[in-house]
């Protein structure tokens, strides 16, 4: 029986090859809809099961053997993290569909290479076995180097190519982790204790069983499982003592898979200074791919974090922790100063992702409830607002065929209603108390000055960046909307049209409803970022 | 120790053999009336061929016929490789219109090339071993000049020629030292001479023997003549004389080790470091070398010689069945993406000219199916999930960090799984380039549509796609291979 998960990873799949099999130029976009809303659907769903009933376990978990001699299943599931990622990638994906809506270029393969992503990254999100999540985390870069190499603008060749590179070398590593990981644990599996803490956090039936094995107390009452060999990863963390004895030509395993993984992540996150590929992808991709690269992607390298690197590797994790941090902040203040300096629209946003992308990393850094949840806020409400601003760069760039800042001016005369979203967009990028940007903002820098030291340090210094992102994001508002109308051939320009208020206003109203009312979202998210902590705290209090 | 087979059994179980040997002069004879050679026949005699050899190779009698040849699970697996690619090599060329007749002389050498590879893999005697490299080698030569009056073409033979001519009389002078000193040119009784302590002449005779495969692998520094010939020949014709030679080299390497090698079927440390260093060596080189190439099928050759670097790494981790296992997955996975890449690249080279890089762009609009599946088997090539080269690739690399790792093991084996990493990472970008330029470039100018693809090479990719894809999904390949192999 196929459940809401795995049809968010099947579904897109067997629609995009209806896409291509059929001869309709029109159907494939109302395909791509369609899968995207029903992945919407089913993260909503799962969001809200565990806002309902907030918790530290996987849902919705379904499970067939793929290969019984590495103990590898299809099992898919997820906890409140992988739920608001799914809900976050179906999103932005139906998003990115309304704004190609027109796509005139080969239709047909745009929409399949669309849904073939969304699939990748669906898969990715709910994967439970690390061979599923490696295999959809690689396979995301076919269709998005064909998306980028095919669809972009004038330099996408490069640009694509940058991209597929960058990311290749960091999945290389995160190969030779998988490896390694398998070879560590012992044949016929092994039992570990569990921190009576974990267990009470991560069971979902009240310490019963643990992640689908039956949980025992030893001689002394500390619980323990019997973990059999294989790729899940809820029972490769459970395994973590494995990977801190074991070593890799002279390295700690743990201290290896770490790096390895954190790499592989922070290629995707990106953390400076891995992010060189970034503006050049967004400035070649066409507006809806821009969409879906921000919105969805640079996710997936912090979700990475979240479900492997600390899980797997939690000393390691202590160790590095801070360094991580201090990439963060090193990120949030070089990505806004940077962005400060823009003349392109897009270079502008893309800087500012990677400004607003350093906040997820030092809010997991730090180790806190807040930073936690807060990361994972931060990284749900980007994926709104830089959607939202990438959307309305592409309405310019339709009506007037460039993106620089001082080729524009006035809009707001001609287009009240663009301006009014550019206004929006760059209020909950700058983190305005009431749109979505200010949770995570805030709840990051709660949590990096509620934490063991270096941490405080790094949020106060984090902390102008609050207001150097106002100043690049308003400033740009102002030297694009407002003003005297500096090109008398804009002032004809039409305002949105149908099609681009509804690719804009998803993303607006989700804005508005995370800001002023985060809970359900928070609440659901804090039941995964508990569990991690305790989990990450527990090997060494 | 292999039992010895029956004489009875003997013919039965070189089944295969006989009837490529048999599709042979079938397609010799049908080129000598000018009716039946206008009509074409000669590529499905050699296709009924192979399909006969699959029939028979099935239920076949196994042992040892003499000390000459070995019927085993590891030659019915590399049967089933070299005949299945012999296959989609003469499908593919069955439906491209050759001008001049030739299809009788081209179907004949790319059967003759099937029918050295099934001896070399079946051998277990090095006079039979030299047989069969040079039942493989003086067909591909012809298949590589195959184009008369391209100049390239005649590089490519004459290339072909004189490095073929030279490894063969390496081969044989230091095969007849080995047998000089150790008495014997079986590879039992070679192995037991060898138990007994090896000195330096000896060791120089098995370098020097060993040179044969090594070209047949095309293994650094014994690769030089691919590139040119690759870029030279045709590209079915390099789809012959390349993914199937491969399959018995590696498994004539297997055969070797596991016959001269009995008891721990782990190779000695020493020689093992030596191979994975070669292996280490072979991949680094090619994979630096391939992002400077300008034709795609330079840049097939140079992946040619970073995957026989990679088997041999396999191979050097040992050959128990599971080991050999992986070896075997692994020409699985090449021979699919390899035969795929190159019938694509010969669809696209008849149309744009050449295969070029530059030549190839536009191929995307005219031919987005073969485009397609160019990408297909390209990134099975790169080691990219879920195809089946990134699964080849995660066996092997298991495979070395297992060897280099375990207490006793070989350090060298891990040094040269990260080897083999960066090399991935690298070429990566040699396959991207080819990509780059069939899907990504622009096409230059309106071009008539082309005709329609000819169905046998539709079947072909469609075969071949299909395993590349299935194979990258099958994680319990290891294990059923691993089991058939299993004395």
């Known amino acids: ?541 | 120790v292999i039992a010895a087979i029956e004489p009875a059994d003997g013919l039965r179980a070189l089944g295969p053999e006989a009837a490529l040997a048999a599709g042979l002069c079938a397609v010799l004879l049908s080129d000598l009336r000018p009716a039946l050679r206008a009509r074409r026949l000669a590529p499905w005699i050699g296709v009924a061929a192979a399909a006969v050899g699959l029939l028979l190779a099935a239920g076949g009698p196994s042992g040892a016929i003499g000390a000459m040849l070995a019927v085993d699970s590891l030659t019915a697996l590399a049967r089933l490789l070299i005949l299945g690619g012999t296959a989609a090599v003469l499908l593919a060329g069955a439906g491209e219109r050759r001008d001049g007749g030739d299809h009788g002389a081209w179907a004949a050498s790319v059967l003759a090339i099937g029918l050295g590879a099934l001896v070399t893999a079946a051998a277990s005697n090095l006079v039979s071993l030299w047989l069969g490299l040079e039942l493989i080698a003086l067909p591909s030569y012809v298949l590589a000049a195959f184009r008369r009056g391209d100049r390239r073409a005649a590089e490519a033979g004459m290339k072909f020629v004189l490095f073929g001519g030279a490894s063969s009389a390496l081969m044989l002078y230091g095969a007849s030292h080995v047998y000089g000193i150790t008495g014997h040119s079986d590879f039992a009784g070679i192995g037991a001479v060898l138990a007994q302590g090896v000195e330096l002449p000896v060791a120089a005779a098995l370098c020097l023997a060993g040179v044969g495969i090594a070209y047949k692998l095309t293994l650094v520094p014994f690769h030089l003549y691919a590139p040119d010939v690759y870029q030279g020949a045709p590209a079915l014709s390099v789809a012959a004389a390349s993914a199937v030679p491969k399959v018995a080299a590696a498994a004539a390497l297997v055969r070797a080790l596991q016959l001269a090698v009995p008891a721990s079927f782990v190779p000695p440390p020493a020689l093992a470091t030596t191979l994975a260093s070669l292996a280490a060596l072979g991949m680094l080189v090619a994979a630096f070398t391939a992002v400077a190439q300008r034709d795609a099928k330079r840049i097939v050759a140079f992946s040619g010689v970073g995957h026989g670097a990679t088997l041999l790494l396999a191979i050097a981790c040992g050959t128990r069945s599971d080991a050999v296992a992986v070896v075997a997955f692994y020409l699985l996975a090449y021979v699919a993406a390899n035969t795929g890449a190159l019938v694509c690249l010969s669809v696209l080279e008849r149309e744009h000219g050449s295969a070029d890089l530059g030549a190839l762009a536009g191929a995307m609009r005219r031919r987005p199916w073969v485009a397609t599946a160019l990408c297909v088997f390209l990134f099975s090539l790169a080691g990219v999930p879920p195809l089946a080269g990134f699964l080849a690739k995660w066996g092997v690399l298991q495979q070395a960090l297992d060897g280099g790792l375990a207490a006793g093991g070989t350090p060298g084996l891990a040094w040269a799984a990260l080897a083999a990493l960066l090399a991935t990472a690298i070429a990566a970008w040699a396959y991207l380039l080819i990509v780059r330029a069939a899907v990504l470039a622009p096409a230059v100018g309106e071009a008539a549509p082309p005709p329609r693809l000819p169905w046998p090479a539709a079947v072909v990719l469609v075969a071949c796609a299909a395993a590349t894809v299935a194979a990258g999904l099958w994680l319990d390949g290891f294990d059923v291979l691993a089991r058939s192999l299993a004395p």
């Not at chain 1, 791509?32 to 009933?53: D, E, K, Q, T």
């Not at chain 1, 530290?56 to 299943?73: I, K, L, N, Y």
């Not at chain 1, 396979?139 to 180097?145: E, F, H, K, R, T």
């Not at chain 1, 069971?203 to 059999?228: K, Y």
Request: aromatic fraction near 10%; charge should be positive.
């Open chain 1, 1 to 541: 029986m196929i459940g809401p998960l795995s049809s968010s990873l099947l579904l897109p799949l067997l629609l995009a090859a209806v896409c291509v099999v059929q001869r309709s130029l029109g159907l494939p976009r109302w395909l791509a809809l369609a899968g995207s809303l029903w992945s919407f659907g089913a993260g909503l769903m799962a969001l809200a099961s565990f806002a309902a009933r907030p918790g530290g376990d996987f849902r919705f978990v379904e499970s067939w053997t793929w290969s019984e001699r590495f103990g590898a299943h299809f099992a898919v599931g997820v906890d409140g993290i992988g739920a608001a990622m799914l809900a976050l990638s179906g999103l932005v994906t139906a998003v990115a569909t309304i704004v190609a809506w027109r796509e005139d270029r080969h239709p047909r393969a745009y929409h399949a290479l669309v849904l073939l992503l969304l699939a990748c990254v669906n898969g990715a999100f709910v994967a439970l076995d690390l061979l599923v999540f490696y295999v959809c985390w690689e396979a995301v870069l076919l269709p998005m180097l064909a998306l980028i190499g095919v669809f972009g603008g004038e330099q996408r060749r490069y640009a694509a190519l940058k991209f597929f590179v960058y990311t290749l070398a960091g999945s290389v590593l995160m190969l030779a982790t998988l490896i390694l990981l398998w070879r560590a644990t012992p044949p016929a599996g092994q039992r570990v204790a569990v921190p009576p803490a974990v267990v009470a956090l991560q069971s979902a039936d009240g310490g019963a069983s643990l992640h689908g094995l039956a949980v025992r107390g030893d001689a002394n009452g500390i619980p323990t499982v019997d973990v059999p060999r294989g790729f899940d990863v809820r029972h490769l963390a459970l395994q973590w003592q494995t990977f801190d004895a074991a070593t890799f030509l002279g390295v700690p395993l743990a201290t290896f898979g770490f790096l390895a993984l954190l790499l592989a992540c922070l290629v995707k996150v990106p953390a400076i200074p891995l992010h060189t590929w970034l503006p050049h992808a967004h400035v070649q991709a066409p507006t809806a791919v821009s969409v879906l690269l921000a919105g969805v992607l640079l996710k997936l390298g912090v979700y990475g974090l979240y479900r492997l690197a600390w899980p797997l590797f939690p000393t390691a994790a202590q160790d590095f922790g801070p360094a991580v941090g201090a990439l963060g902040t090193a990120g949030i203040l070089f990505g806004a100063w940077v962005a400060l300096g823009q003349q392109d629209l897009k270079r502008l946003v893309a800087y500012s992702s990677v400004s607003h992308m350093g906040f997820c990393l030092l809010g997991l850094a730090s180790l806190t409830a807040a930073g936690a949840a807060g990361g994972m806020v931060q990284a749900v409400t980007h994926g709104l607002s830089s959607s939202l601003l990438f959307v309305l760069v592409g309405v310019v760039y339709d009506r007037v065929h460039h993106r620089r800042i001082d080729g524009l001016g006035g809009l707001a005369r001609p287009m009240p209603r663009f301006s009014w979203l550019l206004l929006i967009g760059a209020l909950a990028g700058a983190g305005l108390p009431g749109l979505g940007g200010f949770v995570g903002e805030f709840l990051v820098l709660l949590g990096g000055f509620t934490g063991k030291a270096p941490f405080p340090w790094q949020a106060a210094l984090a902390v102008p960046s609050v207001v150097l992102s106002a100043a690049y994001l308003l400033w740009m508002v102002k030297r694009t909307a407002y003003g005297p109308l500096r090109h008398a051939e804009h002032a004809a320009l039409p305002d949105c049209d149908a099609r681009e208020l509804w690719s804009a206003l998803p993303l607006v109203i989700g804005l508005v409803v995370l800001g002023v009312w985060p809970g359900p979202l928070v609440d659901a998210l804090r039941g995964g970022c508990d569990a991690l902590l305790a989990h990450v705290q527990g090997v060494r209090p």
